[in-house]
């Protein structure tokens, strides 16, 4: 019997927590089966006001969340907002916590099409661009694949890395085909193991006290998947569904749409490398083609 994955979805976590005396977490009050527990928002430094990164999706209840983290920190204000790219659970929550803290500098990596449906004052950062606080220096990595825009942050005191969607703390994330980028994405698990990372700080999920194994186990899962991909083109699985059916057997079938999307972004690479053609349009969608080996 094959065994069942571990899954974010009915996974629970406190609504706030303290995984560092740097570090103080609040959860986003999103729960889904995409986010699990919600999204993580994380309070960093040491001092009066410390940096927020990334904000949750808006819900109403977040905020009295955030201000009981605020008083588990110990601190009394935001000194500003960081996010990790422009996906609406991470981005979302920024107007509700402005209207409620007043306006806050917001920094990221400009992104085209998920910028402007929030309409937001935003500061640009890139790839190792410095953020200072009391008691926290960040760093940013641009480390795109799940999204375009995608940046992990290196809390450098502790030589540990808030990682976004790009490494969750239960599970795997989803490499959207139209946004997303797979071998985008494998380049940038190898720059973050190249950070040789203590702990892990994730978006969704706990926090990942030995950032060294969970890359490596990152990696070689989608190695395998990859393989997986390949095996079931070779038994005559053509359609992206058909894959899923194979490979995610174990999995919820409400979760197979999203699966479906990997698969499909592993497709993308695999043709990039010459290893599978797609039979049908070459603009077309990857859930719209048939596949076969090259």
């Given at each position: 019997?094959?065994a ?7 996974l629970?976590m406190p609504?706030?927590?303290v995984w ?5 977490v ?18 960093i ?10 904000t ?11 201000e009981?983290?605020?008083e ?10 960081v ?5 609406p ?5 920024v ?20 910028d402007?449906?929030?309409?937001l004052?935003?500061s640009?950062i890139?790839?190792?661009a410095?953020l ?9 990595l641009?480390?795109p ?5 995608h940046?992990?942050f290196?809390?450098?005191e ?10 969750l703390?239960?599970?795997t ?6 946004t997303?980028?797979l ?6 698990l190898?720059?973050l193991?190249g950070?040789d ?10 926090v ?25 083109v070779?038994g ?31 497709l993308l ?7 599978v ?11 719209l083609?048939?596949?076969k080996r090259?």
């Amino acid at each position: 019997m094959t065994a069942k994955p571990p899954l974010i979805l009915g996974l629970e976590m406190p609504d706030v927590d303290v995984w560092s005396e740097r570090v103080v977490v609040g959860l986003g009050q999103n729960p889904s089966q995409f986010t699990g527990p919600g999204t993580n928002t994380y309070l960093i430094g040491t001092g009066e006001e410390r940096i927020l990164l990334d904000t949750g999706s808006g819900h109403p209840e977040y905020i009295p969340v955030l201000e009981r983290a605020l008083e588990q920190a110990g601190c009394r204000a935001i000194q500003e907002i960081v996010l990790t790219h422009g996906h609406p659970d991470h981005i979302g929550g920024v107007a509700s916590i402005q209207a409620h803290f007043g306006k806050l500098k917001v920094s990221k990596l400009p992104d085209p099409l998920f910028d402007p449906p929030f309409d937001l004052d935003i500061s640009a950062i890139g790839d190792d661009a410095r953020l200072e606080t009391e008691g926290a220096h960040l760093r940013a990595l641009h480390t795109p694949g799940h999204a375009p825009d995608h940046l992990c942050f290196v809390l450098e005191e502790e030589r540990s890395v808030f990682t976004g969607d790009n490494v969750l703390g239960v599970g795997t994330t989803v490499i959207p085909s139209e946004t997303g980028d797979l071998g985008a994405y494998m380049n940038s698990l190898a720059r973050l193991q190249g950070e040789d990372p203590t702990s892990l700080y994730p978006a969704h999920g706990p926090v990942i006290r030995d950032g060294r194994a969970k890359l490596k186990e990152y990696i070689a899962h989608r190695n395998e998947r990859e393989a997986e991909i390949l095996a079931a083109v070779d038994g005559g699985a053509h359609q992206i569904a058909e894959m899923v059916a194979i490979i995610y057997a174990a999995y919820p079938v409400s979760l197979h749409v999203a699966a479906g999307q990997s698969v499909g972004s592993h497709l993308l690479k695999l043709e990039a490398e010459g290893a599978v053609v797609r039979n049908g349009d070459p603009e077309a969608k990857p859930t719209l083609v048939s596949w076969k080996r090259a």
